[in-house]
């Protein structure tokens, strides 16, 4: 082969390269793009079929994790996932744990103040996890975890126009549980038959959960299809969309992409429930987004500096 040749295929490979790189890159950003919209839209559809009383919290649980752990089982037989079980009762009773904080929240909570009490908790159990791991928060982390945790408390201290204490506990709750259940499988090297393990578990534990509050359910048409499409569709097709773009994210960017849930949320709660963005709402997203936004800088800051050369 000639020099030219030579030269001419070399730079023929590295364009195929590149191109593929884009091709890539936008598959990311698509999969990353709608998976957040699934996530924000978990709120806007559970406070939707709750806050017009078209079904109670407790029938919208069961039927968010039914239809969830179905669609899980099927998409993981599709792609010749089932092997050995790969859950935890542990983990199963901790997704039981926030799906059904979250649905409860949700009763009194707005879709925008719901998803950012929830981002910041579980942001906040990531962290602490971290820190009980043995890592250790330099000084521009320190400050971006302090202002998250005062923006989330000017948020739900009481007020005006303060969200009611109730509703914010359970959701602080499930933001916990969330977090927690973050952290024990964030070692899988199969995250999709985990979480599908994980919601079939969960079934018998919604089930039993349902049986005591049997005589207080009410149901709707338009409740069932709300809790179908959010276990379905913005929680069991959404996780395995977000595994798929996680593969062409950096953990950090994975991290700050999360923060857009909030906002997206509250955009859906204008468009879709009418609901008001006040003033508080604002200063504590600010916070809390800026917040973790500096925590997860500093966790790269700290990388950078650890990797580099003597």
Known sequence: MSPLLSITSRQSVK?????????????????AVTTLIAFASNSVLCRLALAQGAIDPTSFTILRILSGAATLWIISALLRRRSRPRGSWISAFMLALYAFTFSYAYVSLSAGTGALILMGAVQATMIVGGIRAGERLIPIQWVGLLLALGGTVYLVSPGITGPPVLGSILMAIAGFAW?????????TDDPITTTTDNFIRAVPIALGIALVQLGEMTWSKQGVLLALLSGSLTSGIGYVLWYAALRGLTATRAAVAQLTVPVIAA??????????????????????????????????QRKTKTSAPE
């Open 15 to 31: 364009g195929d390269m590149t191109e593929q790189s884009r091709q890539t890159a936008s598959v990311t950003i698509a999969l």
């Open 179 to 187: 977090g927690g259940y973050s952290l024990r499988g964030r070692g």
């Open 267 to 300: 955009i859906g709660g204008v468009v879709f429930l009418s609901e008001a963005i006040v003033a508080r709402l604002v200063i504590a997203s600010l916070a809390v987004l800026g917040g973790v936004g500096l925590a997860v800088a500093g966790r790269v």
